[in-house]
C-alpha cells in the first residue's frame, strides 16, 4: 500500500500510459519539441518510435507514432514535432505546456537501429524535416561513434529556419564535454554536418539526392564516393525522398537491410502522406 501523504503528493494519472511534459520548445510555426518524463520500465534502442498521443473527444485516444528524438540513456523522453494545422493530433498537441500529460504507449518497434547495418567504416544520416527525428537519438548515443569512424548528417528543409532544431542539436553535441572526454577533442570531427535548404538561400543548397548525385557532397566534405564496402546509412523522410534516396543508394551498390538481416542501409518513412 503506498502511504497516504505518498499518494496525496503524487498527482492522480487522469489516462492510462500517461507521462508528464517537462519540457516545450516552438522552432518555428510548423516545428516544435518537447520532453517527457520517462516511464521507468522503458527500454528502447536508439532510432526507435513509439505511439503518442492524446485524450480524443470521444473518450477514445489520437494516437501517432513519433521517432524518439533522445537517445537510450536520457532519464527523459524527446520527441519533435510538425504542427499540421488541422491535423488530428498536432492541432493540439501543438498547445501543451510543461505540466500537462501526454499517452506513451511504451512498446518501442523500428528499422533505424544500429543493429540493422553491418559493421563500416562511416554512418550516413539522410533526412528531410522532421525525419531528423530518429537521428537526433541516434547522434547523442555514444554507440554510433564506438561502430563508425565517422557519422555524416545531411538534413534538408525548404528554409533556414526549418534547420534550427537540428543545427542546435550538433553545435551542443561538438561541444559536449562528456562526449569530449570519451572521444578527445577530435570527436567535433567524427560527427559531419550537412544541412541544405531547397527553398531559400543558405550556404549549402539542394536535395539530398543531387548532393550525392553529383558528388557535391563528397568533394565539400572531402570524403570518397559512397561504397559498399566502407558506408553505411539510414533514410528517414517523406515516401517520394525515401524512394528516390533508396535508387540512389542502390546505385552506389548500398543493399537495403533490416533488423533480421543487416546489410548497407535501413529506411523508414518520417509520416504516412495524404492517400498513402
Ligand atoms: P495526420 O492526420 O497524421 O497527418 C495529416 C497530414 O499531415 C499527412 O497526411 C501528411 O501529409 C502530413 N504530415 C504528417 N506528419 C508529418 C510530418 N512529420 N512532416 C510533414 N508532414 C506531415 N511526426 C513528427 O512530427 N515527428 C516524428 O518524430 C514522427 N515520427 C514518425 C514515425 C513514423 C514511423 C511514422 C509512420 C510517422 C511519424 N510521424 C512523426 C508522423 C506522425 O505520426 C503524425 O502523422 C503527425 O504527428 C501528424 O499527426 P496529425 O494527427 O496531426 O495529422
Ligand atoms: P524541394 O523543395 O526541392 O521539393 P517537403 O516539405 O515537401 O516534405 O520537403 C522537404 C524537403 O525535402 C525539401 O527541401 C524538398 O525539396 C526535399 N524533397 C522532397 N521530396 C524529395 C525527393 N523526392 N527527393 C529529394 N528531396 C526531396
Not at 498527482?11 to 518524463?37: C, E, G, I, N, Y
Not at 504542427?83 to 506513451?104: A, F, H, M, R, W
Amino acid at each position: 500500500d503506498v502511504p497516504v501523504a505518498e499518494a496525496a503528493a503524487k498527482p492522480a494519472k487522469t489516462v492510462p500510459d500517461a507521462q508528464t511534459v517537462t519540457a516545450v520548445k516552438h522552432w518555428t510555426d510548423r516545428l516544435f519539441s518537447f520532453r517527457v518524463t520517462r516511464p521507468a520500465s522503458l527500454r528502447f534502442r536508439s532510432g526507435e518510435f513509439v505511439m503518442i498521443g492524446l485524450p480524443g473527444d470521444n473518450g477514445r485516444p489520437i494516437l501517432r507514432a513519433y521517432s524518439i528524438a533522445s537517445p537510450a540513456w536520457d532519464d527523459e523522453l524527446e520527441f519533435y514535432s510538425i504542427k499540421v494545422p488541422d491535423g488530428p493530433l498536432t492541432s493540439k498537441l501543438q498547445n501543451i505546456q510543461v505540466g500537462d500529460e501526454i499517452i506513451l504507449r511504451p512498446k518501442p518497434v523500428g528499422t533505424l537501429v544500429l543493429d540493422a547495418l553491418l559493421p563500416g567504416k562511416r554512418l550516413w544520416f539522410l533526412a528531410t524535416g522532421t525525419g531528423l527525428a530518429p537521428f537526433a537519438s541516434l547522434m547523442r548515443e555514444p554507440e554510433s561513434y564506438e561502430r563508425f569512424e565517422q557519422v555524416i548528417m545531411m538534413h534538408t528543409c525548404r528554409t533556414a529556419d526549418e534547420l534550427t532544431y537540428g543545427r542546435d542539436l550538433v553545435e551542443n553535441l561538438k561541444h559536449d564535454p562528456l562526449l569530449g572526454e570519451i572521444y578527445g577533442e577530435d570527436f567535433a570531427k567524427r560527427l559531419l554536418y550537412y544541412p541544405t535548404t531547397t527553398r531559400e538561400d543558405s550556404p549549402l543548397m539542394g536535395r539530398i539526392t543531387d548532393n550525392l548525385t553529383s558528388g557535391k557532397v563528397f568533394t565539400d566534405l572531402n570524403l570518397p564516393p559512397m561504397d559498399p564496402a566502407t558506408d553505411r546509412a539510414m533514410i528517414c523522410g517523406s515516401l517520394a525522398f525515401n524512394t528516390d534516396v533508396k535508387a540512389v543508394l542502390e546505385g552506389f551498390g548500398l543493399r537495403e537491410g533490416a533488423n533480421s538481416e543487416p546489410k548497407e542501409f535501413v529506411v523508414e518513412k518520417a509520416f504516412v502522406g495524404d492517400g498513402i
